[in-house]
């Protein structure tokens, strides 16, 4: 026990002045002449005894509230509790744990596990401590609690390793927000790692733990490490003609402390061994091998490179797609009165198609009075080129079309009449037509208002293919948006030049001119190309994806209003995803390497989903390379800014109102036994 103000303690003194007055209150006997005692009685010894024991008990209450009272103003306190609240004895520390793929190399994670178990056993009763796994981020943490028993038990629940890289800085700086407000100010944090050579050197060493906690680098890497990984592969996105030959390039890295000599490295496609190449690595770290392939069926084709490596298994594969398509099939409605017309309303439309076999577009063209509206499922959008008129039942058979998933582009020229257009496409249009806007004296308009978030617009870049500001537009169509409407591009009068409707589970886009020259010279323009290739996609929902993602990273997937996909992983474990508007939706959940198929109503493709090539590099550095960075020496401020540690000292130091509770009541019991002890 200490005292805070131990100078009343002199107070003690002051224990004689009871003893003082007792003395001093002895009554002697008296001598009475009495002329008979006849009368009196003899007074019963055990009286006498009861009476003495009440004067000394008497004189003890008086002596001890004086020496209370003194204690009481000295303030006491416990010395050991608040030792405990200090920090001196107590801990409060944070286990970070390293989950990335690198630990999956050998037994190296088992370790991990079993060097995190060790630290909670040197813990005692009233300790705290806290979990946070990581790899690239924080995995399921357990917060600082005194219950070491359910740490433990978070310790043991983590199976395995997985498969993303590593990333120090936002586990650290989770642990340092923890420990911050821990109870204890002698504070810690463990991390436990292999040391990754490569996150190591990554880590940005401008941020540091806060003053006054301590840090504990605890290294379980293997001192010998072999690792050859496939660590590149380049292929075609797509391919468009059959039988043609194609070349296959993969990079073979040996990342680990020792090199083997040779190497066996396989082309795999759909599951199936092709070719195979071995390689020598007596005098080199990598190799570059290509395979020359041919692909003849159509549809997504799974490629695989994998090296034959019995150490380290999660990077012997690298996974990617190649898209074997058919050609998007476009049928184009052209309104023309002789053929010298049609091929002007429609020519720039081809020449940004392109043409032959190299072209990723089919385009067929048909006069209004030829289409009948059969066969429509065999195309991926219906154009409308200066469209006057068509039948009822023509359009009949577009909406049907539409309401089943298809698309159409629709571009009215100077042959269009409002009252028939609007009549005929009333309920598929974006907007009805009201009248022809032509610029008055040589001035013309151009486009101002962007939708940047629409898929179209994001596609375009501007960045490498400029943006509209070169196009002229002398003349527009005038519009009334119609509900359910939204417009991707304004003029800089504020008219609409380009709308959107969804129809069914199929979309209409509306431009407020034509697609050649009558009006414009957006054609000339290199945006022009770009522009009918991403409009026609975007209809056809053919977002060209990667041929291959890194663990961990998020997928951009389109899906129209009300659509969803299936997106099995390859263990197979299945996420659903929903679009309740038309918005970019991103799967996160790639956290293994290997194939993610997304099945959908107008979507089927394929994933493929490979390691971080960094995490492959299985060289080690000492824990003191990234310690010394993250030191903080910065003095700490008092520990009575902690609130738990002034509140635990604060209550430590409230003995002295229970000993004023026991003065009062030693008073009450000292009144009493006075009035007995003397009556």
Do not use: C
Request: avoid cysteine.
């Amino acid at each position: 026990m200490s005292f805070l103000s131990p100078w009343f303690l002199l107070g003690l003194l002051g224990v004689a002045i009871p003893v003082a007055i007792h003395l001093g209150r002895r009554q002697k006997a008296e001598k009475v002449v009495l002329s008979t005692v006849r009368f009196l009685k003899n007074t019963p010894p055990k009286m006498i005894f009861f009476q003495q024991i009440q004067q000394w008990l008497l004189l003890l209450v008086r002596a001890a509230i004086i020496a209370l009272l003194a204690i009481a103003f000295a303030r006491p306190f416990l010395a050991q509790s608040v030792s405990a609240g200090a920090g001196l004895s107590p801990r409060s520390l944070v286990i970070v744990l390293d989950t990335s793929m690198s630990m999956r190399y050998g037994d190296t994670f088992d370790r991990a596990q079993k060097a995190a178990l060790e630290i909670l056993g040197l813990l005692r009763t009233g300790d705290e401590a806290a979990l946070v796994p990581f790899s690239d981020s924080t995995g399921p943490v357990t917060e600082l609690t005194t219950d070491l028993l359910q740490v433990a038990a978070s310790v043991r629940s983590l199976d395995s390793a997985g498969f993303r890289s590593t990333n120090y800085l936002p586990a650290l700086r989770l642990a340092d927000q923890m420990l911050r407000a821990a109870r204890h100010p002698d504070r810690a944090v463990y991390l436990i790692s292999d040391y990754q050579r490569q996150a190591v050197t990554g880590y940005d060493n401008r941020w540091q733990l806060s003053p006054g906690i301590a840090f504990e680098g605890i290294a379980i890497g293997a001192e010998e490490t072999t690792n050859l990984a496939v660590t590149e592969v380049k292929s075609p996105v797509r391919i468009m003609r059959d039988q043609e030959e194609h070349v296959i390039i993969g990079r073979v890295r040996s990342l680990g402390s020792q090199s083997p000599s040779d190497a066996r490295i396989s082309l795999l496609i759909n599951e199936k061994i092709v070719a195979t190449q071995n390689v020598d690595l007596t005098d080199r770290s990598e190799a570059v091998v290509t395979f020359p392939t041919k692909f003849s069926k159509r549809g997504i084709q799974r490629g695989a490179v994998t090296v034959e490596d019995e150490n380290f298994a999660p990077d012997n594969t690298f996974f990617f797609t190649i898209n074997f398509l058919r050609p998007l099939a476009v049928l184009g409605i052209a309104q023309a009165s002789s053929a010298k017309v049609q091929a002007d309303a429609t020519r720039w439309f081809q020449s940004a198609l392109g043409r032959g076999g190299e072209s990723p577009f089919h385009l067929e063209l048909v006069r209004p009075r030829e289409f009948t509206g059969d066969g429509l499922a065999h195309y991926d959008v219906i154009a409308l080129f200066d469209v006057a008129e068509l039948t009822s039942s023509a359009v009949a058979r577009i909406a049907a079309y539409l309401t089943r998933g298809g698309s159409l582009l629709i571009a009215p020229g100077n042959r269009v009449k409002p009252q028939s257009f609007n009549r005929l496409f009333q309920r598929l249009t974006p907007a009805a037509l009201e009248q022809k806007y032509v610029a008055a004296n040589g001035d013309y308009l151009s486009i101002a208002g962007i939708k940047r978030r629409h898929p179209i617009i994001k596609a375009l870049g501007f960045s490498e293919n400029g943006d509209f500001g070169a196009a002229r537009f002398r003349g527009h169509w005038l519009t009334k948006p119609v509900a359910g409407s939204h417009v991707i591009l304004r003029f800089d009068n504020g008219a609409p030049a380009l709308l959107e409707k969804q129809v069914g589970r199929g979309r209409v886009l509306l431009f407020a001119f034509s697609l050649d020259t009558q009006w414009h010279n957006l054609p000339r323009q290199g945006m022009y190309v770009p522009l009918v290739h991403e409009t026609l996609h975007y209809l056809a929902s053919r977002k060209p994806i990667k041929p291959s993602y890194t663990v961990g990273e998020p997928v951009p997937m389109h899906l129209p209003a009300g659509n969803a996909v299936r997106v099995t992983a390859p263990e197979g474990a299945e996420t659903i995803l929903t679009s309740a508007t038309e918005d970019t939706v991103y799967f996160r959940t790639t956290d293994r390497p290997g194939y993610f198929t997304v099945r959908g109503r107008q979507t089927q493709e394929i994933l493929a989903v490979n390691v971080a090539p960094a995490e492959s590099d299985l060289t080690f550095v000492a824990p003191e390379q990234i310690g010394s960075a993250l030191v903080n020496k910065t003095r700490r401020r008092p520990d009575a800014a902690n609130p738990f540690i002034a509140d635990h000292a604060e209550k430590s130091q409230r003995l002295w109102w229970w000993i004023l509770l026991l003065v009062l009541f030693l008073g009450l019991g000292e009144t009493l036994l006075a009035n007995r002890t003397y009556r």
